[in-house]
């Protein structure tokens, strides 16, 4: 049957990034590597996430379950893989980049209300799949990129997942000479038999080409290297060229993918493909700069990062990147102590927390752990340890300020105790009459003034800046003059709601604490001053 190409005269370009036979190949930092090498040659280059659950979006997750939520500039709580997009491109993503199930069958739930589908029976097809390949194709038709590379979450199989790959299915036929599919599958090693097995990657394909998706490019994760003669065998079998079986093996740091990927010639591959010629040389000058003084550090320090989910550490991800990025910038290895808040008591805060160089109080929701928090802060305060609260980090800080400075034994967040004698930490006035939860917090980014002359604005370097929020409980400012006469002050402000955004304590090494998320705006190409400014304090102690 002839194909039909359809579609706007700009005919921005469809990369869909599926997996198989596992989770957790890395689907994400493929999608980002690959992006990162267009945008490299010259090419606009975004990247979306397609999730198979049915919740709205990550905003009532528990981090055990799905690792951090990760909010974008126009205040969509999304999925973790959209920090990685962000890092690897240094442009921010929105909305339109993460799109769940849930939102699908809301949106055509909600069209069917209206009665836009007026006399007709609502399916799956056409009508969810059309609603995907209306919100695959949103970035490209309205904000004019090049390319859009779409990775669809889960694995082929996955009964979520089908109406995503029959939605690709069709715009691949729709679209024939702008979409290609590049599918991600494992290649194990079975110690056993001395060898790498291809058949889970065969399995894979047959699984997607059932769906009638055949693969133009296989990126396959290894543990050893590929020879020429496996490479030949998953082509033959898969129904690809062998140029397209591209070798993924483990690295040492994700920011390497991109270098290896590049090796592979996977941008060269998907340009041909595409039928596409680089606008510019490739250039990751700047990308392998970083790399080397990644892997070539001058010094280190130890940072214990203090939170009550360190069992999983993806749910503190951007904080950790954020790290490496201040780190590398000023040539220091980040070496991050993850420390449990509820395992810190008095009698014991001493023991594992004295050898530190830094302490980071990690952002967070509900009680569990807060005493251990405020015992953490105290400490840092009391013995000049530098000191970086986040969020809730901030409202703790402030809570043990009060308690142990102000003399209000019984300061608290009306979130842990409603009744307090102590309010220092109160819901937003805004929030008093939300009753839903999700999506309904201060989200997104806001403006923030900074007193010159603060550690804030000497690392930022200026007065107004914007960051990204995501709390419903705020600063008390009728506390605010008891605080700044004992030490406390408040140095960064909303110039419009007077909401307090930093505090710092005086005559201490470095003692700042926010209360927006520094660290979803930190990027390899531009660490976040904050958290230079950390690192710094932490390098000089």
């Given at each position: 049957?002839?194909?039909?190409?359809?579609?706007?005269?700009?005919?921005?370009?469809?990369?869909?990034?599926?997996?198989?036979?596992?989770?957790?190949?890395?689907?994400?930092?493929?999608?980002?590597?690959?992006?990162?090498?267009?945008q490299?040659?010259?090419?606009?280059?975004?990247?979306?996430?397609?999730?198979?659950?049915?919740?709205?979006?990550?905003?009532?997750?528990?981090?055990?379950?799905h690792?951090?939520?990760?909010?974008?500039?126009?205040?969509?709580?999304?999925?973790?893989?959209?920090?990685?997009?962000?890092?690897?491109?240094?442009?921010?993503?929105?909305?339109?980049?993460?799109?769940?199930?849930?939102?699908?069958?809301?949106?055509?739930?909600?069209?069917?209300?209206?009665?836009?589908?007026?006399?007709?029976?609502?399916?799956?097809?056409?009508?969810i799949?059309?609603?995907?390949?209306?919100c695959?194709?949103?970035?490209?038709?309205?904000?004019?990129?090049?390319?859009?590379?779409?990775?669809?979450?889960?694995t082929?199989?996955?009964?979520?997942?089908?109406?995503?790959?029959?939605a690709?299915?069709?715009?691949?036929?729709?679209?024939?000479?702008?979409?290609?599919?590049?599918?991600?599958?494992?290649?194990?090693?079975?110690?056993a038999?001395?060898?790498l097995?291809?058949?889970?990657?065969?399995?894979?394909?047959?699984?997607?080409?059932?769906?009638?998706?055949?693969?133009?490019?296989?990126?396959?994760?290894?543990?050893?290297?590929?020879?020429?003669?496996?490479?030949?065998?998953?082509?033959?079998?898969?129904?690809?060229?062998?140029?397209?079986?591209?070798?993924?093996?483990?690295?040492?740091?994700?920011?390497?993918?991109?270098?290896?990927?590049?090796?592979e010639?996977?941008?060269?591959?998907?340009?041909?493909?595409?039928?596409?010629?680089?606008?510019?040389?490739l250039?990751?000058?700047?990308?392998?700069?970083?790399?080397?003084?990644?892997?070539?550090?001058?010094?280190?320090?130890?940072?214990?990062?203090?939170?009550?989910?360190?069992?999983?550490?993806?749910?503190?991800?951007s904080?950790?990147?954020?790290?490496?990025?201040?780190?590398?910038?000023?040539?220091?290895?980040v070496?991050?102590?993850?420390?449990?808040?509820?395992?810190?008591?008095?009698?014991?805060?001493?023991?594992?927390?004295?050898?530190?160089?830094?302490?980071?109080?990690?952002?967070?929701?509900?009680?569990?752990?807060?005493?251990?928090?405020?015992?953490?802060?105290?400490?840092?305060?009391?013995?000049?340890?530098?000191?970086?609260?986040?969020?809730?980090?901030?409202?703790?800080?402030?809570?043990?300020?009060?308690?142990?400075?102000?003399?209000?034994?019984?300061?608290?967040s009306?979130?842990?105790?409603?009744?307090?004698?102590?309010?220092?930490?109160?819901?937003?006035?805004?929030?008093?009459?939300?009753?839903?939860?999700?999506?309904?917090?201060?989200?997104g980014?806001?403006?923030?003034?900074?007193?010159?002359?603060?550690?804030?604005?000497?690392?930022?370097?200026?007065?107004?800046?914007?960051?990204?929020?995501?709390?419903r409980?705020?600063?008390?400012?009728?506390?605010?003059?008891?605080?700044?006469?004992?030490?406390?002050k408040?140095?960064?402000?909303?110039?419009?709601?007077?909401?307090?955004?930093?505090?710092?304590?005086?005559?201490?090494?470095?003692?700042?604490?926010?209360?927006?998320?520094?660290?979803?705006?930190?990027?390899?190409?531009?660490?976040?001053?904050?958290?230079?400014?950390?690192?710094?304090?932490c390098?000089?102690?």
């Amino acid at each position: 049957m002839q194909k039909k190409a359809t579609g706007s005269t700009k005919r921005t370009k469809y990369i869909f990034v599926t997996g198989g036979v596992t989770s957790s190949l890395g689907k994400g930092i493929i999608s980002a590597s690959l992006a990162k090498l267009l945008q490299s040659r010259g090419f606009t280059v975004t990247i979306q996430k397609l999730d198979p659950y049915i919740n709205i979006d990550p905003g009532t997750l528990n981090p055990y379950e799905h690792g951090e939520c990760f909010v974008t500039e126009d205040g969509a709580e999304t999925d973790l893989d959209l920090g990685h997009y962000e890092r690897f491109l240094n442009i921010p993503t929105s909305q339109a980049n993460n799109i769940t199930t849930g939102r699908i069958y809301q949106s055509v739930i909600e069209k069917e209300r209206r009665g836009e589908y007026l006399g007709k029976t609502v399916q799956i097809i056409p009508h969810i799949t059309d609603e995907i390949k209306r919100c695959i194709q949103i970035l490209g038709n309205l904000h004019n990129f090049d390319v859009v590379i779409t990775e669809i979450g889960g694995t082929v199989g996955d009964i979520e997942s089908l109406p995503y790959i029959e939605a690709v299915r069709q715009l691949m036929w729709e679209f024939e000479d702008d979409c290609i599919n590049v599918h991600l599958t494992l290649v194990p090693y079975l110690s056993a038999a001395g060898e790498l097995k291809t058949k889970p990657t065969q399995h894979s394909v047959k699984m997607l080409l059932e769906n009638g998706v055949q693969p133009d490019i296989l990126v396959c994760r290894t543990e050893h290297e590929l020879g020429t003669a496996l490479r030949n065998k998953i082509a033959k079998f898969c129904n690809v060229s062998s140029d397209a079986v591209i070798q993924s093996i483990d690295a040492d740091t994700i920011y390497e993918v991109p270098l290896l990927m590049q090796k592979e010639k996977l941008d060269e591959v998907v340009l041909r493909k595409l039928n596409l010629k680089s606008k510019t040389k490739l250039d990751l000058k700047k990308w392998e700069q970083f790399l080397f003084k990644l892997k070539n550090p001058k010094k280190e320090v130890h940072v214990g990062l203090v939170g009550k989910y360190v069992e999983l550490k993806d749910a503190y991800k951007s904080i950790a990147e954020a790290f490496i990025h201040a780190g590398t910038g000023i040539d220091c290895k980040v070496i991050v102590h993850w420390i449990h808040s509820e395992e810190i008591f008095a009698k014991n805060v001493a023991s594992k927390l004295n050898n530190l160089d830094g302490i980071l109080v990690a952002p967070g929701f509900g009680s569990r752990g807060i005493d251990g928090k405020i015992e953490a802060i105290k400490f840092a305060r009391e013995k000049q340890i530098p000191f970086f609260g986040i969020c809730l980090g901030m409202q703790i800080a402030t809570i043990e300020f009060a308690r142990n400075v102000l003399g209000f034994k019984d300061a608290h967040s009306t979130e842990m105790k409603a009744y307090t004698k102590h309010p220092v930490i109160c819901l937003m006035e805004e929030q008093k009459s939300i009753v839903n939860k999700g999506g309904t917090m201060r989200l997104g980014s806001y403006p923030c003034a900074l007193k010159k002359g603060s550690k804030a604005y000497k690392a930022y370097g200026k007065v107004n800046v914007e960051e990204r929020h995501r709390h419903r409980f705020e600063f008390n400012n009728e506390y605010k003059d008891a605080f700044e006469k004992a030490g406390m002050k408040c140095v960064g402000t909303n110039p419009k709601s007077g909401l307090v955004e930093i505090i710092e304590l005086e005559n201490h090494p470095f003692f700042v604490a926010s209360q927006f998320h520094p660290e979803y705006k930190s990027t390899v190409m531009n660490p976040h001053p904050l958290f230079v400014g950390f690192l710094k304090a932490c390098a000089q102690g």
